[in-house]
């Protein structure tokens, strides 16, 4: 009996390769190529340290840029931009982090477009009640008899 091998669902698009266009899939796709036109993951997609992406990038899983990236991205899970990576576009998703050495230059959306919750109004306005200056009591004034 022979041994099964499993078969990877990751697809990689190597370093040598250059094409325009939209590229769709289910599983995780590592693009390390150059790349331009528009995205749509419905597994994980990694953008590689050689990759040059140049396109609106939709995901319903998470995205992770090691290389360059020029254009939105939207992912429903997660962002990461990793390294020395660099991101010119906006940024929408539940969690988004950033490396220190990263370049990132746009908006990012961790709310997925709802109104921000002021969570800090009544705290402020307890701190405003409490903070009322106290009223100087009169002095007596005595003239002197």
Known sequence: MEPTRKSSSAAVISEDVEFKGII?????????????GEILAAGP???????VVKAAI??????VVRGKVQGNIQAKEKVEVIGS???YGDVSAPKFSLAETAVFVGKSDTLGG?????DFANIFARLDKSAKPAVPSPIPVSNGK
């Open 24 to 36: 769709s899939f289910a599983s995780q796709l590592e693009i390390n190529g150059r790349f331009e």
């Open 45 to 51: 997609l990694i953008i590689g340290e050689t990759a």
């Open 58 to 63: 939709k995901s319903e899983s998470s995205v």
């Open 85 to 87: 990576a660099q991101l």
């Open 114 to 118: 709802k109104p921000p919750v002021n």
